[in-house]
């Protein structure tokens, strides 16, 4: 059959979202999510909420939820942007920042979906590898470029870098939009939050899919110049006003004001990683120092993939990369005390 | 102050959205919205939602709500695209479909967000101008074309075109993609959904927030071939692979799952749509026949732009658009029957 229309169609390799496990019973130590609910006041939220109000629009500029973001972070309303998630926020901050013929650079290990927005918006990218501990080396990034994206902590190495690096690279990189994807950064790291108001190329992404256990709800956010949110603001209007439905605006404002149980589930994860990181350098594993709600760790004797298929069949789900460099690694989401029990006993009984 | 940076910004007009009131008391009759409540089950799915599930992500694939509306529809699961309001599915479509160098046409009296998206991904286009009765003229889109736009019924215009119109469409533009815009289709215009197993390049755009009273959940989806569909969703997945949230997931099945509700409602906005449109007819005013829940008006002998501050005064919201050909026109949404006689009340005192 002729089908003349197929060549006005955008030809892209589809990308498959992650495995979700249907079984239940199941240990998910694979998606980085909270194994801790979101704050009580999310639940209050819901079943209080008046359904007839959803018939309206929501508030497409979400003073609200802004105005309690930029009150955790002291900066003003107009330096938030909220996305449908962090991938949308950084979606929308590549094609906002990333408009130059010059290559940005990111890490060759980090987050898998750069290159995908970069083929996605024809950004062009180069990636600047990391050394072989894993180890971001800031001078890497002295030279010409459109942009830079770094998690900090990266992912999924698990690594952070300190304060000072930020602004060492900042301080190099005036001529672009140095864009800081700080999406597990509550378990440790050092936010460049107090870099924000001396840097006005400086753009902070995070979110509350990880720490604020609401991965479910797709609430992300931005906190940079108001230059800089002005224009994500210009290309998010242009291309859907209403990313936020009521209730999502509703749940995240919720879950900012209660500071204390943030820090007391962010502590309780933690604690879980050292303890787990003992636990597994015990059985053997090179363990990488995590920042982070997840390990990223090496046998030297058994083979990573081995070792992933092994615990799939025991219902314990953990994330393998058939990737260059790592393809001897795992990355392991810090779930309960008790997930974590069963996957040790599940690794002995391997081991 | 030197700004290397800017440079590297996307240049864009910012897009404004609609202007919300914030006074209570006010009869808001300006963004189309439903003035009765979503589906009884909505308000059930919030009250009972377990909080802690949001902890994990939601299902990419939003199967649950994918099977309901194939159901509704009788097209297969893999037939339809979900997306964070029509918005967002639109702009998605226009990526995906308009890739060619030819000029996208649609007509020059329609959503404004249209241009706003060409201008975004750079999509060529041509306008096409409706009749002087405000009517689409099929054959006028027999040209060499990179895509075909046509919201069924047109905003503002509330003006539908038949089955036999849109065959017609489709037989004359078999080479490229041709989205039908069913915003706002179930107010009583004939939808292409019969049409959908005969053309594969045909792709249906609806909503649920105008007649299923759902605006401030954001659902959107797209009905196509499996061609289309598959188009869809790897564009989407290379962009945000989470773009429905937990809760809209479930508040969109709860709401296809009662039709009678749906019905209902629709039909009672009907019925106040055609006694609005006889009373503001007996008060003087040109109506437009509407296929819609909203109604375009002009009056012979009044400033269009006089009747809306006028009415705005009153704290009754209806929206006018300063554009060449309908600078006379005002577009009033059809609200519950209370609030249609404070509009006449308000127009009756002002004529």
Chains 1, 2 share one sequence.
């Not at 900090?152 to 005036?174: I, K």
């Not at 962010?266 to 920042?291: D, H, M, N, W, Y």
Request: hydrophobic share 40%; net charge negative; proline share 7%.
């Amino acid at each position: 059959m002729d089908k003349p229309f197929l060549d006005k169609l955008r030809k892209i390799d589809p990308y498959v979202p992650g495995e979700q496990p249907q079984a239940t019973d199941v240990v998910k130590l694979n998606a980085n999510e909270n194994p801790y609910p979101p704050a009580p006041g999310v639940q209050e939220v819901l079943r209080t909420f008046d359904a007839s109000s959803l018939a309206l629009y929501p508030d497409a500029n979400g003073r609200r939820l802004k105005a309690a973001l930029a009150g955790r972070f002291g900066v003003k309303p107009t330096q938030v942007f909220l996305g449908n998630g962090s991938d949308d926020v950084l979606a929308l901050a590549f094609q906002s920042f990333f408009c130059s013929d010059q290559p940005i650079l990111y890490p060759d290990i980090t987050y898998s979906f750069y290159p995908v927005w970069c083929d996605l918006f024809r950004i062009p990218y180069e990636t600047v590898p990391l050394d072989a501990d894993f180890c971001v080396n800031v001078r890497d990034y002295d030279r010409p470029n459109g942009g830079i994206v770094l998690p900090n902590p990266n992912a999924p190495t698990g690594r952070g870098v300190s304060l000072d690096f930020l602004e060492d690279l900042l301080q190099h990189n005036a001529d672009c939009v140095v864009i800081i994807d700080e999406a597990y950064v509550d378990f440790g790291a050092q936010s460049a939050v107090p870099l924000l108001n001396k840097y006005e190329n400086l753009l902070i992404v995070q979110t509350m899919s990880k720490s604020r256990s609401l991965a479910g709800m797709r609430i992300g956010y931005a906190l940079g110049s108001e230059t800089l949110i002005a224009t994500l603001e210009a290309v998010k209007n242009s291309y859907n006003s209403y990313t936020m439905d009521a209730l999502a605006l509703a749940v995240g404002e919720a879950s900012v004001k209660e500071e204390a149980y943030f820090q007391d589930t962010c502590r309780k994860v933690i604690a879980t990683r050292e303890r787990t990181a003992e636990e597994l350098r015990a059985l053997g594993f090179t363990v990488l120092p995590s920042l982070t709600n997840f390990l990223f760790v090496t046998h030297p004797k058994k083979d990573a993939s081995v070792i992933f298929e092994y615990l799939r069949q025991k219902n314990i789900f953990i994330r393998y990369f058939k990737l260059p460099r790592i393809d001897n690694y795992l990355r392991i989401t810090v779930g309960t005390d008790g997930q974590m029990d069963r996957l040790f006993a599940a690794l002995k009984e391997f081991l």
